[in-house]
């Protein structure tokens, strides 16, 4: 599931990255909400109580986290290579790991410490700061990861609490209220096909996100983590198909080396998921 999630959510960024070239990146994220709204409308007055949560204060807090890291991400997308943009981007489950600890009262140990340490150098060698490289919008995707992982985290605090239209109802009506009130001081009138891009990116982030959170109900994120880094071979040929663009040697290395930190710490969780399942060895001649 994560891993057709990707495929929907790579092409809503390529054609985010289309948009961010003619319209800000506030009125690009709230048509891609507005479309959200429209979208989960339906799926909301057929499901009774879609609204009604058990944890609303933290499904308001998750629905902030993904629109601060969907306009930081859009735009970044302005200035970096979409592939080198979603590559610093997987530095998230690393975030997550520290995050689990504030949101989630869970103990790391020092390999996954380590781990998560070997992650932001390959960040770093992404985005090269002081050499002559280096671009700040670099910084953009990372923050934007810094909300995601919030995101991550806080749809295992509501996994089993709140039902997936709930989750996903939350998520489209907090952005969409609050990308409302910014959007008129940006506003830049789109053109009919630029309305049409729009609402593909709003069906397409939609079912991305929908595949997700159902994804998230039936295994820990450790466990997903690494399949969702499939996500840089999408957009890596897209971005080709649509703008000329290849990563280039750092943006894989460093990416390696994120992607290899990020599943050695999925591969830690689940040893230490099963440490915690395991029954306690009997004592010898019990």
């Known amino acids: 599931m994560v891993m057709a999630s990707t495929i929907f959510l790579a092409s ?12 800000p990146a506030v009125e690009i994220a709230w048509l891609r909400f507005a479309f959200f709204v429209l979208i989960m409308l339906p799926v909301v007055l057929a499901t009774p109580g879609a609204m009604r949560s058990t944890r609303p204060g933290v499904q308001v807090l998750r629905g902030v986290a993904m629109l601060a890291s ?15 943009a979603t590559a610093t981007a997987f530095v998230a489950p690393i975030f997550v790991t520290g995050l689990s600890i504030v949101f989630l009262g869970e ?9 998560t340490i070997v992650g932001l150098i390959g960040v770093l060698v992404i985005v090269r700061p002081g050499s002559a490289a280096f671009d700040p919008a670099a910084i953009l995707p990372i923050l934007s990861a810094l909300g995601w992982a919030g995101a991550l985290v806080l749809t295992r605090r509501i996994a089993g609490h709140d039902s ?8 489209a009506l907090v952005g969409f209220l609050i990308l409302s009130v910014f959007v008129p001081f940006v506003w830049v009138t789109p053109s009919w096909p630029e309305i049409g891009i729009g609402c593909a990116i709003g069906v397409s982030s939609t079912i991305g996100h929908w595949i997700v959170v159902r994804a998230f109900r039936y295994a820990d994120a450790s466990v997903l983590a690494p399949f969702s880094y499939s996500q840089l071979l999408w957009v890596t040929i897209l971005g ?8 280039d040697l750092w943006t894989l290395g460093g990416a390696a080396i994120i992607i290899s930190s990020g599943v050695y710490t999925a591969h830690r969780e689940r040893v230490r998921r099963a440490a ?3 029954p306690a060895e009997p004592y010898p001649g019990a």
Do not use: N, Q
Request: aromatic fraction near 14%; charge should be positive; hydrophobic fraction near 55%.
């Open 70 to 84: 969907s306009i930081l991400f859009i735009y970044g997308l302005r200035f970096l290579p979409i592939a080198e």
């Open 12 to 23: 809503s960024d390529s054609m985010a990255k289309y948009l961010s070239r003619g319209l």
């Open 107 to 115: 103990k790391v140990g020092l390999r996954r410490w380590a781990a």
């Open 240 to 247: 080709y198909l649509i703008f000329g663009e290849l990563p």
């Open 276 to 278: 915690i399942a395991m």
């Open 164 to 171: 997936a239209v709930t989750t996903m109802a939350f998520a």
